[in-house]
C-alpha cells in the first residue's frame, strides 16, 4: 500500500519560513520524481517543485528563490523549504510521486497559511 503523509504546515506570518516534508512508503522511493503542488481556494491545482531521481529540479516561477525541494533516499522523504513567504503562498500543499508516467501517488495535503 503505498502512502505519501505531509507534514509540517501551519501558519506563518509574510517573511517567515516553513519546511514541509512528505514521507513515502510503499514505493521504490529513488525511482520516483517526486513533486509538490498547491491549491488556493477557487484556484487550480499548481506545480511547485519537482525533483527527479537524479537530482534534477525545477521550480514555478513564483517560488523560485525563496524555494527548495530536497530528497533524502535513505529516509524515504522530500522535503519543501519555504523561505520569504508571502500571503499569496497561502494553499494546500500535496506531495506526489510519479514514475514513467505510469504510477502516480497524492498525499492528502497540509495546510500552509501566510498571514499579512
Known amino acids: 500500500q503505498v502512502q505519501l503523509v505531509e507534514s509540517g504546515g501551519g501558519l506563518v506570518q509574510a517573511g517567515g519560513s516553513l519546511r514541509l516534508s512528505c514521507a513515502a512508503s510503499?514505493?521504490?522511493?529513488?525511482?520516483?520524481?517526486m513533486g509538490w503542488y498547491r491549491q488556493a481556494p477557487g484556484k487550480q491545482r499548481e506545480l511547485v517543485a519537482r525533483i527527479t531521481s537524479g537530482f534534477g529540479t525545477a521550480y514555478a516561477d513564483s517560488v523560485k528563490g525563496r524555494f527548495t525541494i530536497s530528497r533524502d533516499n535513505a529516509k524515504n522523504t522530500v522535503y519543501l523549504h519555504m523561505n520569504s513567504l508571502k500571503p499569496e503562498d497561502t494553499a494546500v500543499y500535496y506531495c506526489n510521486a510519479v514514475r514513467l508516467n505510469i504510477s502516480d501517488y497524492w498525499g492528502q495535503g497540509t495546510q500552509v497559511t501566510v498571514s499579512e
Open positions: 510503499g514505493i521504490i522511493f529513488s525511482t520516483y520524481v
